[in-house]
Every structure is written in structure tokens, then in C-alpha cells.
């Protein structure tokens, strides 16, 4: 799921390019349903990714969509998508954790001996 992301990225990234209209269409259905994936991953997880790609989601809805006539507010839109995309794969980045040198612990400890109990 993690590169379909960087895809839809990218794809976002593209369009803000001058395209013919039927990039634009395949992008409402690509954007609209990796954010509907995510949503239903977040759906009890982190409520920001959950609320900002249901946002995204209504923006880039095929099927009832919403049409903005002017280009300059589309290209800012997508730059934004394409960025929240990229956030979204590096939070999916597992981290690498720095070893920790080991010690081995040679602290004895007192084991109860139970034969020396004293029972009344």
C-alpha cells in the first residue's frame, strides 16, 4: 500500500502540469481512492491523517466533483495533495532504532531455599 501512495503522489506532482482532461479524471479516481484507503486505515488510528484525507477525498470526488474554473487554485491543490502524500509514506517509514551496546547483567540474585523453612 505504501508505494500506491508515493504513486498518487507523484501523479499529483504531474498535474500541475497543462494535461489533457482525461489525466485529470484519472487522477480524481486515483487521489479519491488512496485517500479512501487511508481513511478507512486511520478510521481509529490518528485523527489528523483521517480528517485530512477525507478532505482530499471530497475535493477529488469523481463522482459528484467539484469544479474549480481556474487553474492557479488546482495547481495549489495539487502541490498540497502531492505533499500530504509524501508525509503520509515517510510516517510509513518504519525507523530504525540505534542499538543499545550489550550488558550482561551479573548481578546475582538470592534464590529462597526451601528446605531451611521453619513451619509452626
Same mark, same amino acid.
Given at each position: ?6 504513486i ?8 500541475? %502540469? ?7 479524471? !484519472?487522477?480524481?479516481? &486515483? ?5 479512501? *484507503? /487511508? +481513511? ?14 477525507l %478532505? ?6 469523481p463522482? !459528484?466533483?467539484?469544479? &474549480?474554473?481556474?487553474?492557479?487554485f488546482? *495547481? /495549489? +491543490? ?8 509524501s ?21 546475582q ?7 531451611d523453612?521453619?513451619?509452626?
Amino acid at each position: 500500500m505504501k508505494y500506491l501512495v508515493i504513486i498518487a503522489a507523484l501523479f499529483c506532482f504531474i498535474g500541475i %502540469f497543462e494535461l489533457p482532461y482525461n489525466y485529470y479524471l !484519472f487522477l480524481r479516481i &486515483l487521489v479519491s481512492f488512496m485517500a479512501l *484507503i /487511508i +481513511i478507512v486505515n486511520e478510521f481509529r488510528g490518528r485523527s489528523f491523517w483521517f480528517l485530512t484525507f477525507l %478532505f482530499i477525498f471530497i475535493i477529488f470526488n469523481p463522482v !459528484f466533483p467539484i469544479y &474549480l474554473y481556474l487553474k492557479p487554485f488546482w *495547481i /495549489i +491543490i495539487e502541490a498540497l495533495a502531492g505533499l500530504l502524500f509524501s508525509y503520509y509514506f515517510y510516517t510509513l517509514i518504519p525507523k530504525k532504532k540505534e542499538k543499545e551496546p550489550e550488558t550482561i547483567d551479573i548481578k546475582q540474585q538470592e534464590i529462597p531455599k526451601t528446605r531451611d523453612r521453619i513451619i509452626k
